[in-house]
């Protein structure tokens, strides 16, 4: 049970972490658009680097559950 419960947690975290990927990207072209204000501009850095700290968050967490999942062990004798 608990190796299906860390699989699932890996794959949650996974998700999640692809997640804030795609919004850190966002957030980093709008740092670079020089068409955009200055103070857009600041706040997409600042949510730039809050995404990639969950990323980087959730892909730890994610490795956590992986390796549960592998080492869990099995009843013997079944």
Do not use: C, F, W
Request: zero cysteines; a positive charge.
């Amino acid at each position: 049970m608990n190796t299906l419960k860390n699989a699932g947690n890996y794959v949650s975290e996974t998700v999640q972490g692809a997640g804030s990927q795609a919004s850190k990207e966002a957030n980093k072209q709008v740092a670079k658009d020089s068409n955009a204000t200055l103070s857009t501009r600041a706040t997409a850095t600042k949510d730039m680097i809050g995404d990639k700290l969950d990323q980087h968050g959730h892909e730890t967490s994610a490795n956590v559950h992986k390796e549960a999942a592998k080492h869990v062990s099995q009843p013997t004798g079944i």
